[in-house]
């Protein structure tokens, strides 16, 4: 079975641009979540979905930050205007049910810097 | 505020026995998950405990102690491939599959 696939693995790109990263979750998943890894900060959940709805967006740390789920089998997530403070590994995670002992599945990662 | 607490970094020989503790303080608790992340990779589920005890998986073993909110991955029989950062992750009340996640210890294995 495909794992989680996001797209692009790099992205390189000068501030004040717009970056839209993309994440396919496992089929038959219906938890997707989206993650922002820095060294600094270590790896925070920026927002989650249920079933293609949003259900908590308190880690998105400013209005430049936006997600959609407009399917079960594509999400965004967007930048726009891009700040350099901005470069970090993001990570998009699937998982199947809400109990508590199901796994979260990573895709590999956008490694994302803003110039 | 919901925090958890696990060493930056441990060092180990091939071969040992290796265990990384984890302290959590969360406003609920469902259980505790383990994921691994090599360099430049994604992080990987290992191990999840909702109840006190052991569970084993191989040469990796997880612990709970729910009153002490406490727990900790064994790894045995170490070997270089091993090398990566580990996390610990908590499931709380909050949200249901929410995983809010430690900083990680990054253990290095060396021959």
């Known amino acids: 079975d495909a794992g989680v696939i996001q797209s692009p693995r790099h992205e390189v790109t000068e501030m004040g641009q717009e970056v839209t990263l993309r994440c396919k979750p496992i089929?038959?998943?219906?938890?997707l979540f989206w993650y922002r890894q820095t060294m600094m900060r270590g790896l925070e959940l920026l927002i989650y979905?249920?079933?293609?709805?949003?259900?908590?967006d308190s880690g998105m740390p400013e209005d430049r930050f936006s997600a959609k789920m407009p399917n079960a089998s594509f999400s965004t997530l967007k930048i726009q205007p891009s700040e350099p403070r901005d470069s970090a590994v993001y990570f998009c995670?699937?998982?199947?049910?809400?109990?508590?002992?199901?796994?979260?599945?990573f895709g590999d990662g956008t490694r994302l810097s803003i110039l | 505020g919901q925090s958890l607490e696990q060493p930056s970094e441990v060092t180990a020989v091939e071969g040992a026995i290796v265990q990384i503790n984890c302290t959590y303080q969360?406003?609920?608790?469902?259980?505790l998950s383990w994921y691994q992340q090599h360099d430049g990779g994604a992080p990987t589920f290992l191990s999840y405990?909702?109840?006190?005890g052991l569970e084993e998986t191989g040469r990796f073993s997880s612990f709970l102690s729910r009153s002490d909110s406490y727990g900790y991955l064994l790894l045995q029989e170490l070997q270089m491939k091993d090398s990566a950062s580990y996390f610990c992750?908590?499931?709380?009340?909050?949200?249901?599959?929410?995983?809010?996640f430690g900083k990680g210890t990054k253990l290095s294995v060396k021959p």
């Open positions: 089929s038959g998943h219906d938890y």
């Open positions: 969360t406003s609920g608790f469902y259980g």
């Open positions: 405990n909702a109840l006190d």
């Open positions: 979905f249920n079933n293609n709805v949003p259900i908590d």
């Open positions: 992750a908590v499931t709380d009340g909050g949200s249901q599959g929410n995983l809010i």
């Open positions: 995670a699937s998982k199947r049910g809400g109990g508590s002992n199901q796994p979260q599945h």
